[in-house]
């Protein structure tokens, strides 16, 4: 059986290795990195096979992962380029290769330039909560490849959650967009905030988290329009008007948008590698 495999045992590697293990995924998985360490843990927590050398895990890939920095996407293809291992690189009767990059802001063109076929291409933005099975990923392909290929590439990353088709010019935004750390950071905010407005530790990080969490999750699973929920929470005159006039006057959306574009700028950076 032909595996997925990964390039690159960081930290969206584990995981979406971590999900895939929850979900029951019994395909062989293997992974490529310089760094033993991330290897045997990887091993030793998720049953992985590791593989130190590149071309000995190219050979072996069905679906191929390309989950590096971005700094380090055009050197790693180089490498791949130059093995002899690659499947199909010699015999055109040997199946093509899935890859799927997810790396922010390199482009599929760019991808594709450093190395076509045998690889079809295409491009994933995975959240790092895949590992709990509630992820979101959004997926783009290049032009040509087959409905079975795109298919199969929904499904694998549908093992750990939604799945989003966007078309590539929108990749930089929902990048810098769907991350999981504005939740992070806002609970983070908010509860300190809290904590200096006179809650003890716990108790105010409990509280930011139903605040942020749980109102999410309710709007997420129910049926009724943010607007109207919104209606709902903040009464006019209320506390929760008032704060939310508050931060409103104070820059809070103005900050918000400030720092997507900061994100997107980044993504275009890397473009540019």
């Known amino acids: 059986m032909k595996a997925t495999v990964f390039l690159g045992g960081g930290r969206i590697t584990t995981a979406l290795i971590a999900g895939l293990r929850l979900a029951g995924y019994k395909a062989p998985i293997i992974v490529h990195d310089r760094n033993a360490h991330k290897l045997r843990a990887l091993q030793r927590d998720y049953g992985v096979m590791m593989e130190p050398e590149l071309g000995r895990a190219l050979a072996q890939a069905h679906l191929l992962i390309i989950a590096v920095r971005p700094d380090s996407v055009v050197g790693i293809l180089e490498k791949a380029l130059q093995t002899a291992s690659l499947p199909g690189k010699r015999d055109k009767a040997k199946p093509r290769v899935l890859a799927c990059s997810l790396a922010a802001g ?84 908010l509860a300190k905030a809290a904590q200096k407005v006179g809650l003890d530790r716990k108790t105010a990080q409990a509280a930011a988290a139903h605040a942020l969490a749980d109102g999410i999750i309710s709007w997420r699973e129910g049926s009724v329009s943010l607007e109207a929920l919104l209606h709902e929470a903040a009464t006019p005159g209320g506390i929760a008007a008032t704060v939310m006039k508050t931060t409103d006057a104070a820059g809070y959306a103005k900050a918000v948008e400030r720092g997507l574009r900061a994100g997107i700028a980044r993504a275009r950076k890397n473009a540019k590698r």
């Not at 032009?143 to 929108?170: C, N, T, Y």
């Open 106 to 189: 390199i482009p599929l063109v760019k991808l594709r330039a450093k190395l076509g076929p045998p690889l079809r291409w295409a491009r994933a933005m995975p959240s790092p909560v895949c590992r709990t099975g509630r992820g979101l990923t959004a997926v783009t392909f290049e032009r040509g490849m087959s409905a079975a290929a795109r298919r199969e590439v929904r499904q694998f990353f549908a093992k750990v959650g939604q799945v989003l088709d966007i078309p590539e010019s929108k990749f930089d935004a929902f990048t810098a967009t769907y991350s999981s750390s504005h939740g992070y950071h806002g609970l983070a905010v």
